[in-house]
C-alpha cells in the first residue's frame, strides 16, 4: 500500500502525519479516513478547491489531471505546478508527500 506523507499543517495536521491507504483511492478520502478532517466542500465532486494540495514528491505516480480539475485548480489559493485536488488525485504503488496549503477559497468554514 502507498504511503502518504503529510506535511505539519496548523489546523489539519500539526505534527504531519503518514497513512496508507489502498491503491486506487484518492488522497483526500485516504486523509479523511484517517483522521485528517481536510476541507472538502464539494463532497469530492471535483465543484471547488477547498481539498487543494501540493504534492511535494510522487506526482508523477497519481492519474493524469483531466481538463476539469485543471480548470477548478485555477481558482485555488497559492497554486503552484504541483498542485492537485485531493479528490481527484488518484493513488498509484508509489509513495507521496504532500503539503495541505495555509488558506482556502472557503472563507465560510463551520466550526470557526
Known amino acids: 500500500m502507498p504511503v502518504i506523507k503529510i506535511l505539519p499543517h496548523p489546523e489539519y495536521c500539526p505534527e504531519g502525519d503518514r497513512i496508507e491507504a489502498p491503491r486506487g483511492t484518492s488522497i483526500c478520502e485516504a486523509l479523511l479516513d484517517n483522521g485528517i478532517a481536510i476541507e472538502h466542500a464539494c463532497e469530492l465532486s471535483c465543484a471547488c478547491t477547498t481539498c487543494h494540495v501540493i ?5 508523477a505516480s497519481l492519474n493524469e489531471q483531466e481538463e ?10 497559492g497554486l503552484e505546478p504541483q498542485s492537485r485536488l ?3 488525485a488518484i493513488l498509484a504503488d508509489t509513495d507521496v508527500t504532500i503539503e495541505i496549503p495555509k488558506y482556502s477559497i ?3 468554514k463551520e466550526k470557526h
Open 55 to 59: 504534492v511535494r514528491e510522487g506526482l
Open 68 to 77: 476539469e480539475e485543471e480548470d477548478m485548480l485555477d481558482r485555488a489559493w
Open 86 to 88: 485531493s479528490c481527484q
Open 106 to 108: 472557503n472563507h465560510a
